[in-house]
């Protein structure tokens, strides 16, 4: 008796049956990114990279699907979502762009993440549920022009003086920079302690440069020299938890 050969099934889109794994929830939200990424979001960034040109309407946008820190309680303006959900809302970004990926996540995980976590209720209050409507964007100040992104090696100081902080130094490649509100940028106290410094938009010694060089995979991402210049900086506005 001859015996049926079996061939094995293999699936290119999904060859680790990814998709069987996930819950419901996970799929509608996977499906909800994926169909607006191709229909909205697509058009769109072909013609941003030819031009490099950055839209502000598309973090509006995701903001409206609920894509800014979507893992954040619904109580300061997220959606409460699992990591799993966020990782898909990510996938179907970078499938389209790399650019407008980079921008999602850094107000997500490096802005609103650090907020949550470690920042106090005050905080969280004032700034999360903005930054969740994309009515305020941030940006995250780790990297260095000398020891790029090497915390142990970082040059920028906080200062303790009367009431308060003064900061200096520079950071590189700040992604979000250009068109940022609030700045969390990371800076080493008089102890070497790294602690984050929520900085705002237009205060005096706080500036942004052009880099004269480009990412060519995120040609409409805004990145810029973020520049600090013996900034004052009041006791409260820094992330309650040493980084």
């Known amino acids: 008796m001859k015996q049926t050969e079996k061939i094995a099934i293999f ?3 999904d060859p680790m049956f990814f998709n069987d794994q996930l819950n419901e929830e996970e799929r509608l939200i996977r499906d909800t990114a994926r169909d607006y990424c191709q229909e909205k979001l697509l058009p769109r960034v072909l013609e941003a990279n030819r031009n490099e040109k950055y839209d502000r309407e598309i973090m509006n946008e995701f903001a409206e699907m609920g894509f800014l820190g979507s893992t954040i309680p619904e109580e300061y303006g997220g959606i409460g979502a699992n990591y799993v959900s966020y990782g898909l809302i990510a996938r179907e970004i970078e499938r389209v762009d790399s650019g407008y990926r980079s921008a999602m996540s850094v107000q997500s995980s490096l802005v609103m993440y650090p907020i949550y976590a470690y ?113 004052y900086q009041q006791k409260m506005n820094y992330l309650a938890f040493p980084g």
């Open 11 to 13: 699936d290119w889109a």
């Open 119 to 231: 920042g106090t209720e005050e905080q969280r209050k004032k700034y999360l549920p903005k930054l969740a409507k994309a009515e305020l964007i941030g940006c995250f100040g780790l990297t260095e022009p000398n020891h790029g992104s090497d915390p142990g090696s970082m040059e920028t100081r906080a200062r303790k003086t009367e009431g308060g902080f003064r900061l200096t130094g520079n950071k590189m490649w700040i992604s979000n920079s250009p068109v940022a509100d609030i700045f969390v940028v990371w800076a080493k106290n008089d102890d070497g302690v790294i602690r984050g410094y929520i900085l705002e938009k237009n205060m005096e010694g706080l500036s942004t440069r052009k880099l004269g060089v480009k990412c060519l995979c995120v040609l409409q991402l805004p990145v810029r020299l973020l520049w600090i210049m013996y900034l």
